[in-house]
Nanobody
Framework: PVQLMESGGGSVQAGGSLRLSCGAT????????LGWFRQAPGKEREGVAT????????YYNDGVKGRFTISQGDARNSVYLDMTDLRPEDSAIYYC?????????????????WGQGTQVNVSS
């Protein structure tokens, strides 16, 4: 799978905003699905938002609907995550990933190309 790299994390207060960016380190072909996942200490990695790159269909974790927006970048295999109204429970390491078929799934199974992640800390 393609290797992806995330950036844009940081520390903000509750109610703040951040924009995460993700791109491929080497282009190895079009990917059908791009997505954002997160993992907090002691918890399983969970899906945040995914996008089917062909149709543009987007899928969101119920906990972020209305606050987070996933969008495709102009560069191939690039994706953004705009996060608003951040809450302390959003604190986690955020990863982007790619998949050939799992566009609609918000679990890590079926996804790959994991980067190192970018840390998001939201203080109350």
């Amino acid at each position: 799978p393609v290797q992806l790299m995330e950036s844009g994390g940081g520390s903000v207060q509750a109610g703040g905003s951040l924009r995460l960016s993700c791109g491929a380190t080497v282009y190895t072909g079009h990917r059908n699905c791009l997505g954002w996942f997160r993992q907090a200490p002691g918890k399983e990695r969970e899906g945040v938002a995914t996008v089917a790159t062909g149709s543009g269909q987007k899928y969101y974790n119920d906990g972020v609907k209305g606050r987070f927006t996933i969008s495709q970048g102009d560069a191939r295999n690039s994706v953004y995550l705009d996060m608003t109204d951040l809450r302390p429970e959003d604190s986690a390491i955020y990863y982007c990933a790619e998949s050939s078929f799992a566009c609609h799934t918000l679990t890590a199974a079926g996804w790959g190309g994991w980067g190192q992640g970018t840390q998001v800390n939201v203080s109350s």
